[in-house]
């Protein structure tokens, strides 16, 4: 959206007229349009109302007090109930919530009410039998949760880097975005808690968005004692996924009314209303897990760069890999650029070494290498991570005379070997299939099923054979699914209760252990050929990532890659622990082809039960631009590809194909989008066909 554009737009939000009558009102209803109504007096934009919308009631969202209605004042219906148990939602964050749905062309409606607590958005919770003045009012006559003492903790002094990183923020007067770039184990957490301090003193509110906070549990911990002063922890609330409907209303109202002065968050949390907004912290910034991969798709930490812009406020994006995006921002000079180049506590990097399995007899997937690296380990009294990024217990089962494989039903996708309770069976990752496993091949009737490959239950089984004295723990989707076992998992890897550690990618994550000395990792290869451009960057990431767990507090780490091709420059510029060199190289691989973030992208995607449907869908999307070349002046910058299906094309048997748009022009792009999106929904429904239109997408 051009600036003016934002500013028209902004404008008409921010119009308050005293002696309106008339309101305009968003729904959560997946349309372009605003809805008018009466009201009886004049209520400002920002109330919450309860309206009649066709046969039922619905809460919206008062954005306009339109002079004159869009319809014949006869034919509008009356705002049923204003209601006034919260404050009007403030202009600025209206004006957030216009640009996120702008930007990601999708209603305003869409992205107003479904970042409000549930219970804010339910007509139930207000004129139910039980409602009992509104969800609020029974919150806050509910006893609240005792604030549990901690105590402080003690800082460690800052070095010279964490010094001028903290020195370097705090000099910046209104907004800028800071990328810092800490090598694993630099001490980033503590220039963000100095940084978070200084703001809060001033009398200002913190948001600090991290991937994932069950994974995590000690960093809200820390950062409660951290942030407050020596017996009065920090008025903290935290927001994510995982919470009950009133823990997050509890947590809105808190940061809302400014009774906390810290909103803990992760990505929806960038849609909470923060009125006294000091500071926007996004810590490891390059982790996919920012962007929404349903409804809205967004992505919290682009959000997060244009609402410290907006709100005249610094924002700091962490990571010891950064996203390809936000480090050419940081090369050009747009975004400032602080490193942290040594570890804090234990100055050396781990050493990091690829064993070439090509030519190695294998044990169950492990060289001989790894297993003495193990054992050493083990015998020094440190702990090991093995990391597979493949969960269950082998990816697909085979018969041994026929070849044929175990199959989803309803997907083109095997179907994964799974352990759970001392018993086998076989699961769909892509639609939760489930299915008992055969006596004997269908095709032959071979009994001799085989297992293929490895995923970590099989790995954990091996280890444990290998090395029945030490103690084994594993940390998956599947290990973790019960509500506080990760933390329990977690917990007994930090309390030194485990010897042997097997995770996936949940392990890689943020996680400060202090007696791991050796990583492993098995199956990196399975990464380096995907087809989407950015597979390596993503495989380099994970590896530093996982990489930086070892040795952070004593030194004498050791990484083990094992690999097929140890001479890939990925796994080259991994060894020398050189982010900068990568980064160097791929940026000139994405300028020379013209992909992000050298140009911008746009994704359609189509699913229907039939793959015909779908691709005529989305070629006749491809050939609006010709047949209204007026609506979309723009379409000439901008490079529509032939539909394509998708690699896993039918999934719960839905079949989908997608068609990716990109330009070199951002704005071309944009005033593409936005005559695209209003015309598609009317193409869907005569092809009929379900779509999705995802701005910036990260995968391909
Ligand atoms: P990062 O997030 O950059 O990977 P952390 O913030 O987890 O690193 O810090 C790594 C470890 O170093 C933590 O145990 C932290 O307490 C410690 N640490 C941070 N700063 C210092 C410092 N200046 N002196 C000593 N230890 C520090
Ligand atoms: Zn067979
Ligand atoms: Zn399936």
Redesign the pocket.
């Known amino acids: 959206m051009s600036d003016s554009e934002y500013a028209a737009r902004a404008a008409n939000i921010a119009e308050t007229n005293p002696a309106a009558c008339w309101v305009r009102v968003v729904l959560d209803v997946p349309l372009f349009s605003h809805y008018d109504y009466r009201v009886a007096q004049p209520v400002p934009v920002g109330t919450r109302v309860i309206v009649p919308f066709g046969r039922r009631k619905m809460v919206g969202v008062v954005v306009e007090q339109p002079a004159t209605p869009a319809l014949e004042p006869d034919q509008i219906r009356d705002v049923d109930e204003v209601l006034t148990d919260t404050p009007p939602l403030p202009v600025d964050w209206l004006r957030f919530a216009a640009f996120a749905a702008q930007y990601y062309q999708r209603p305003l409606g869409e992205v107003i009410l479904p970042s409000l607590p549930a219970s804010l958005r339910k007509v139930s919770a207000y004129q139910g039998k039980r409602s009992a003045g509104g969800p609020v009012h029974r919150l806050k006559r509910r006893k609240q949760p005792a604030i549990v003492p901690v105590a402080a903790q003690p ?5 010279a880097e ?1 010094l001028a990183a903290v020195e370097a923020i705090g000099g910046i007067k209104g907004h800028r975005t800071v990328l810092l770039h ?11 808690v100095h940084a978070a301090r200084d703001v809060l003193q001033r009398g200002k509110q913190v948001l600090f968005l991290v991937p994932e906070i069950n994974l995590t549990p000690q960093l809200e911990q ?1 950062l409660r004692r951290r942030l407050g002063g020596p017996d009065s922890p920090a008025p903290l609330a935290v927001m994510h996924s995982g919470l009950s409907e009133g823990e997050r209303l509890r947590a809105w109202l808190a940061i809302q009314s400014g009774e906390a002065r810290v909103l803990l968050g992760t990505r929806l949390a960038i849609f909470a209303q923060i009125p006294e907004l000091g500071l926007i912290i996004v ?2 910034e390059h982790d996919t897990s920012y962007k929404q991969q349903d409804g809205l798709r967004y992505s919290a930490r682009d959000l997060a760069v244009w609402r410290g812009h907006d709100s005249r406020v610094p924002v700091i994006l ?1 990571s ?1 890999t950064p996203s390809l995006e936000s480090w050419k921002h940081a090369q050009s000079g747009h975004y400032l650029l602080l490193s ?1 180049t040594k ?3 234990a100055v050396a990097l781990p050493a990091v070494r690829m064993v070439d399995t090509r030519r190695l007899p294998l044990e169950h997937g492990f060289s001989p290498q790894l297993l003495d690296a193990v054992n050493e380990r083990l015998e020094r009294g440190q702990q090991s991570l093995i990391f597979l990024n493949r969960r269950g217990y082998a990816p697909v089962l085979s018969c041994a005379s026929c070849g044929w494989l175990t199959q989803c039903k309803r997907c083109t996708a095997y179907t994964v070997l799974h352990r759970a309770r001392g018993r086998h069976h076989l699961q769909c990752h892509h639609c939760g299939y489930q299915a008992p496993v055969p006596r004997a091949c269908p095709d032959c009737g071979d009994p001799d099923l085989k297992p293929m490959g490895r995923g970590t239950q099989r790995i954990e089984e091996f280890l444990a054979e290998k090395f029945p004295d030490a103690r084994i723990a594993r940390i998956d989707a599947d290990s973790t699914r019960r509500k506080g076992s990760a933390e329990q998992l977690f917990a007994r890897v930090h309390a030194g209760e485990v010897d042997i550690l097997v995770g996936t990618q949940m392990v890689a994550k ?3 252990f ?1 007696n791991l000395g050796l990583v492993g990792v098995l199956n990196a290869d399975t990464m380096l050929f995907a087809q989407d451009f950015r597979a390596p960057e993503r495989l380099f990431a994970q590896l530093m990532q996982v990489s ?1 767990r070892a040795g ?2 004593t030194g004498g780490g050791e990484v083990i890659v094992q690999t097929d091709y140890p001479e890939q420059s990925v796994y080259q510029a991994l060894k020398r622990h050189d982010y900068v060199g990568f980064a160097k190289v791929a940026l000139e691989e994405r300028e020379a082809v013209g992909l992000p973030p050298y140009a911008w992208q746009a994704l359609l995607m189509a699913e229907s039960r039939e793959l015909a449907r779908a691709l005529d869908f989305l070629t006749k999307a491809q050939q609006l631009p010709q047949q209204f070349a007026d609506a979309y002046a723009t379409a000439p910058a901008v490079t529509l590809y032939d539909p394509v299906p998708l690699r896993i094309v039918r999934v719960a048997n839905v079949e989908r194909a997608q068609l990716l748009a990109e330009s070199g022009n951002r704005a071309a792009l944009h005033a593409f989008l936005t005559a695209w999106s209003r015309d598609l929904p009317g193409l869907a429904r005569q092809c009929r066909v379900r779509f999705t239109l995802e701005i910036d997408p990260l995968e391909i």
């Open positions: 800082s460690p002094g800052l070095n964490q800490g090598v694993t184990g630099s001490g980033k957490t503590e220039v963000y820390s810590d490891e962490g010891a942290l570890r804090a506590k943020g996680h400060d202090a930086g952070r507090h």
